[in-house]
């Protein structure tokens, strides 16, 4: 029972990681319906950045919040050039040009950084202390609980701007039906634009957490964390928000139980089996609703 | 014994009923023609009765030859394959293809060589290829397309594009072919013609057609019989002097004259 | 008409041995370095024909190949372990060809329901499926793999002409099955998936045949991808790798083989000028991608063929 307690809070906390990454999947695929692969890659950037921040910048859990800003601030700003560049002239191209395109893109921030910053691992120099909490005998850290709290914070606030904000109203717009809201005078390349910028700074949050959780950065970090975030918006239901809230904190617990009592090695492959019962049993993924196309 | 028998056929997407207990008949070389106003639920039943949608409840029985045959939730190939055809609302040719490819795809379910005498190119393949662009050829020029064989499907203008749907549908060799508002976006003159088209392909053919439109002229001077669908029920069927009367007619679709 | 055929096929028949020799006396003539670079060309087109099958002509958007490269390269390895001659080769490539097939009707039965990007990703997990298998078996010398893959009897230079002959039937495969009419039911499904099965088309089972061939070529090209770098390991078949092949379609042209032939061959050239710096590698392979996609959607070549050039011409002498 322990165990499984425990497995569950770290499940959470890796899973907590994987939903705000899923978050960004999820709002660009609602918009424009592109699988964003390179989103993966932002992540992988904003963990850089908070690396950089940590090293050279400040400590401390100041310094905690101003890489989180930074990463976030400068994440959204490479999300928005990004569509910008690649994609938007790709709007009206089918959804595999669209694809291909996006793994265009993420090989090319890949290798850049790989590049400028060489293929190795660089361990990160932690803002704060790791202090560590019993409580009876489960095992906290502080940064898991960081991760956490941050995590809550940034999902409140996104579920503010969506739900409550002019510029949320027009993306809930353009993704229904962006000609209309086009017609009702949405400025549809500017809600797109933001929406980039909004999935991209959670991503970048995320890319920080990440830091704090395994104190590791490189620049193929973002690859498989990517996938399992793009599988976390499937499970949930692609193009709902809370879907990949709820389809995040899932797979990182699903991951977290299956490394623990199957074996680490086949931890991947039960996730990836999940996605594709998933994509074949309800395609539309467990809080969504099918649709079928129109004959 | 009549060629369809629909019986008590209902469609409900989640709570919403698209068709409710529709029952119908139509006969061997029968023209007839579905009406109603949008969204009453013409095209789902049209999916229903080719297998792009699996009915909620009721039977759809096709005569074939000797017996009936229930063909309520096949496979829409398989239906194809029973021996109905049938057009698309919003043409879907295979627009990349030429114009004599997208006649010989329909052909394909009656092609009588295997994977393997393809690859390997044995007499049977050519003998059947030969075959089939012959007979293509032939549906082409009754069509008027004959000119345009080599064209890219997308490039054809849209009323031969319209043609070339109705080809491709009686390349599959049907018995009953729906046709979904083949004269919209027609001009009259169009319509006039594609009018004609529709009954020399009925005798030419010995086929049954059952159409969807909303050009009253065509279907007025054009069907045998109407049934006519309304909120997803049918509100009436006769002949279309019988419809230019009925009071529900009027009162749901037909406004005030004819 | 059918003796015309009859004809044709001899003179093909003629230009494709003429062309053997001549390709196997002129990679005799070349520096090693570039020998090597040739033989990756042919295992490159050869996954890559099999990819392009998959693609651009079913229409299906498949991730898994270097799934079905690792088992056609696994199953020679095993076989070479014991029999490294052709004919362990030939026995290995058959294994290889079978389990694909068998591997690839259980992803196809459950993955073809769905289109487009979807498929991507469900193939893509399988791949990854096949993959963490192979490193946690013990036939498959788990994470660190299998070496010496070296072949008896066949140096680089008879490589490469089996690896040509396999293409040139690979072509011809590929060319037969689309110019029936088997391969336009494929191609109906591509164009419009939902119209194919009103026409009597049975959609699945051509998306189907299709994915097994193309998946039997990958294995196929990983037959011949131990014996080229004489040692094989899981990581060699990641995700990348089907990025690779998919580089060359792409650059090719969804449709066309003579698109994905020559693509091989300038990936191929790029890779060994660029050997020493892959990470520039790497960013080419990625601005290809982008830039075809943005500026020429269908590939360099379209889903033309380098014959339709010289066809138009005979059409307009007619």
Known sequence: MVQFIQQLVNGLSIGSVFALVALGYTMVYGIIKLINFAHGDIYMLGAFIGYFSFKYIAGGYGGFILALVLAMGGCALIGMLIEKVAYKPLRNASRITALITAMGVSYFLEYVMV???GAERRTLTAPFENTVFHIGEITFTLSTMIIVVTTIILMLLLTYIV???????AMRAVSTDPDAARLMGINVDHTISFTFALGSALAG?????????YNIVEPLMGMIPGLKAFIAAVFGGIGIIPGAMFGGLSIGVIQTFASGYISSLWQDAIVYGLLI???????????GKNKKEKV | MALLTVKNLTKNFGGLCANSNISMEVASNELVGLIGPNGAGKTTLFNMLTGVYEPSGGTILLNNGDHEVSIGGMKPYKVTAMG?????QNIRLFKGLSVLENVKIAMHK???????QAIFRTPKFYQEEARMEKQARELLSIMKLDQKSGELADNLPYGEQRRLEIARALATNPKLLFLDEPAAGMNPQETAELTELIRFIKERFQISIVLIEHDMSLVMNLCERIYVLDYGKMIAKGTPSEIAVNQKVIDSYLGEEV | MKQSFSRKNITALLILVVSVILLSVMFGLIPPKWQKTFITACYYIIGALGLNLIIGVSGQFSLGHAGFIAIGAYSVGIIFQSNATIYGFALGTALGIVITCAVALIIAIPTFRLRGDYLAIATLGFSEIIRIVIQNLDITGGASGLSYLSFEGINDQGMFIMMVITIMLAILLIVNYVKSSHGRATVSVREDEIAAEAMGINTTKYKTVAFLIGASLAAVAGAYFGPMNFFIKPGDFGFTKSIDVLVIVVLGGMGSLSGTVVGGIFIAVMNTFLQDYSEIRMILYALILVLVMILRPRGLFGNKEITDIWKKKTKGAE
């Open chain 1, 205 to 213: 949050a995320a890319g920080v957490l990440i830091g704090l959780h």
């Open chain 1, 163 to 169: 739900n409550c904000t002019k510029m949320g109203k």
């Open chain 1, 277 to 287: 019962i998933i994509l074949v049993v309800k395609p539309a993924g467990l809080l």
């Open chain 2, 110 to 116: 009656d092609v009588h060589y295997h994977l393997a």
């Open chain 1, 115 to 117: 590049y400028f910053f």
């Open chain 2, 84 to 88: 109905i055809a049938r057009t698309f």
